[in-house]
């Protein structure tokens, strides 16, 4: 089974504690986090200028913001009604959120994506920085 890989942001000790939790409820999703150079190598093949986006890597297909919550909800077994309210309010409180928590707001930038050939090289470089260092600033 292929893993799906999700990029979430590992800046703060609650999001790495988050992501730790997260991944406990999962078995074939893997969280790589955002400041890693490999996710930087990848964003950077894949967008060009690195997106600080939520980002879901699921085969040959890049999601990114609302569909990354989207798809990330629906490894987990989210209940639909649940999945789909989060999903409708990402776009709405996302920037507020980044702005408040993050002190940036996270890209404007949503949808499904195709990987691209010079971003999926490094798949397998981000599959190896999925450990998550929950105690370290």
Same mark, same amino acid.
């Given at each position: 089974?292929?893993? $799906? /890989?999700?990029? #979430? +942001? ?6 790495? !504690?988050a !992501? ?5 409820? $999962?078995? $074939? /999703? ?9 996710v930087? =190598? @990848?964003?950077?093949?894949?967008f060009? +200028?690195?997106? @600080?986006? /939520?980002? /879901? ?9 609302? !569909? ?10 989210? =209940? ?5 309210? &989060?999903?409708?309010? #990402? ?5 507020? @959120? ?8 996270? =890209?404007?930038?949503?949808?499904? @994506? ?5 971003? =999926? ?7 190896? &920085?999925? $450990? ?6």
């Open positions: 089974m292929t893993q $799906t /890989l999700l990029i #979430y +942001d590992g800046s703060t000790r609650l999001f790495r !504690a !992501a730790e939790t997260v991944s406990r409820f $999962t078995e $074939t /999703l893997t969280l790589v986090p955002w400041e890693s150079d490999a930087q =190598a @990848f964003l950077r093949a894949q060009g +200028d690195p997106p @600080f986006a /939520l980002v /879901l890597i699921d085969g040959d297909a890049v999601h990114v913001g609302e !569909a990354a919550v989207g798809r990330a909800l629906d490894d987990l077994d989210v =209940a639909r009604p649940v999945a789909d309210l &989060v999903e409708q309010l #990402y776009p709405a409180v996302a920037a507020p @959120f980044g702005r408040v928590v993050h002190g940036k707001a996270p =890209a404007d930038i949503h949808g499904t @994506f195709k990987l691209d050939e010079a971003a =999926a090289a490094h798949i397998e470089s981000l599959r190896r &920085v999925h $450990t998550i260092p929950v105690d370290s600033e």
